[in-house]
């Protein structure tokens, strides 16, 4: 009968062991969990902010194919723009109206500012003409305010900035 006694006080010693397990596991879980989701929220704001980086570089391709396309209206310097927040409105609406190489780059200027507003956060953008006359180069400059950076929320976010430069001559 001691041998049964001695059975019985072991195993009911070991009653709460199992129960101190699954806890600690369950703490372990969560905390598991939680990086997890840390991870997961860190990898969508990148996303978020290579998207608007690739939209930049479309957006810059955009406007240096409209030059190609109209090269008399970028040859004479039609194409440059001051920094700018706001797409400005062309008088001829070139989508149903013929226009000159003048006009044709104002409306793409025009066109273009739209998209950019439309793609990425408060864009700002420029395009200056470097070097004048035939052939000439331009630097398209986009800028866009990436608020997915955790560290400057309170201050508005990441000024990001693409430039890229096309030469464009007869």
Known sequence: MR???????VQSLQQGFSMLEILITLVIIAVAMLGTAGL???AL???KGSQFRTQAIFMASDMAERMEANKAAAVA???ALVLSTASSVAATDCSV????????????????????IGLLPQASWSITQTTAGNPSTY??????????????VN????????????TIGN
């Open 97 to 116: 109206a013929a226009c000159d190489a003048t006009k044709l780059a104002a409306w793409d200027n025009s066109q273009w500012g739209q998209s950019v």
């Open 155 to 166: 201050s508005g976010g990441i000024v990001d900035t693409y430039t890229a430069t096309r």
């Open 40 to 42: 997961q929220l860190n």
């Open 139 to 152: 630097s398209i400059v986009i800028n866009w305010i990436d608020r997915s950076d955790v560290k400057t």
């Open 77 to 79: 310097g039609s194409y």
């Open 45 to 47: 704001r990148l996303n």
């Open 3 to 9: 041998r049964h006694s001695n059975s019985v006080s």
